[in-house]
């Protein structure tokens, strides 16, 4: 396996892709453990699927992926079921295509290059991504590999090999929410609600008082500058100046007019909805009050109260 791809392709991946291999791998691997007899321990289960996106030019963007029913033992593939996926993706998304697959491991494999070529009639250079599921807590980057197909010349004999491909991690705003609110939603070290938040409160009050800190070193520099005690330096002004240019945005006549429309719509929903729920509760009283009286009424002859 050569060591880093010549194809000159730009790969973007999107956290999407990740959350949904390391999810298979992990229902895979929980249903394997459940179903074992207690005895030696199995080698960790690899798990396939196929990832889509869009190849606009040199640039390869990979959105989402798919599970894939693979037979190890014959190294066949479920073309039916490809094809319906494939079909059902484009009626949502009719800009996906199939760009590859991807699988679980340390390491690509010998035969993986089956599965590779078996995705070469749907696309003639297929990607493979390769998670690593062990967890390294040396490691910095993320254990995700993008590989690709090149042929290559070995002992006289053409053949395809995989070669490593650099990619870089595309997010949308959706995505970004999705995937702080999936490594927020359990402490790792198994601590309440009341300590992950005051955890992110932390980080919070130690980011802002870092920027306060940076901003008083801008101001005394400025000062400084200003009263002569050290020079002047046109470059530097001039990027002050651009950055303070950007604040004024908020203090703007229409700033605030959103601002205050925002606000007021914001209160009336608030309203409303103490409205709506005096009402539910002043209705649950009446018909409480209906059925006690309407009892009673029977008893003495009086009619009901509404």
């Not at 993706?89 to 690509?108: C, E, M, N, R």
């Not at 101001?219 to 001039?238: D, F, T």
Request: charged share 20%; aromatic share 8%; net charge negative.
């Amino acid at each position: 396996m050569a060591s880093s791809s010549s194809s000159g392709l730009t790969f973007k991946l999107h956290p999407l892709v990740i959350v949904n291999i390391s999810d298979h791998y992990t229902r895979v691997k929980s249903q394997t453990n459940g179903c074992s007899d207690g005895g030696s321990a199995s080698p960790p289960p690899r798990v396939y699927g196929c990832v889509i996106g869009v190849q606009r030019g040199r640039t390869v963007e990979i959105f989402n992926s798919f599970e894939l029913l693979y037979d190890p033992v014959t190294h066949s593939l479920d073309r039916a079921f490809i094809e319906k996926k494939q079909e059902l993706y484009k009626k949502v998304f009719p800009h996906f295509y199939i760009l590859g697959w991807y699988s679980t491991g340390s390491d690509a494999e010998e035969s993986d290059m089956h599965i590779h070529k078996a995705l070469m009639d749907i696309n003639e250079s297929p990607v493979y991504v390769l998670l690593n599921p062990s967890i390294n807590p040396a490691q910095k980057d993320l254990p995700v590999t993008i590989y690709e197909s090149e042929l290559h010349v070995i002992d006289g004999i053409p053949q395809l090999i995989f070669v490593c491909s650099s990619y870089t991690i595309e997010t949308v705003e959706a995505e970004r929410i999705s995937v702080d609110h999936v490594a927020h939603l359990k402490p790792s070290d198994g601590g309440s609600a009341a300590t992950q938040l005051a955890a992110h409160l932390t980080g919070i009050h130690s980011a802002i008082k870092m920027l306060n800190s940076r901003i008083r070193v801008l101001h005394h520099y400025l000062v400084a500058m200003q009263k002569g005690e050290i020079p002047c330096e046109n470059s530097l002004l001039r990027q002050v100046s651009s950055l303070l240019r950007r604040l004024p945005a908020i203090e703007s006549e229409k700033f605030q007019d959103d601002f205050l429309m925002e606000y007021n719509d914001t209160l009336l929903i608030a309203y409303l909805a103490m409205f709506t729920n005096c009402s539910s509760t002043m209705n649950e009283l009446v018909d409480k009050f209906n059925t006690a009286y309407d009892r009673h009424s029977r008893r003495g002859g009086r009619t009901a109260f509404i």
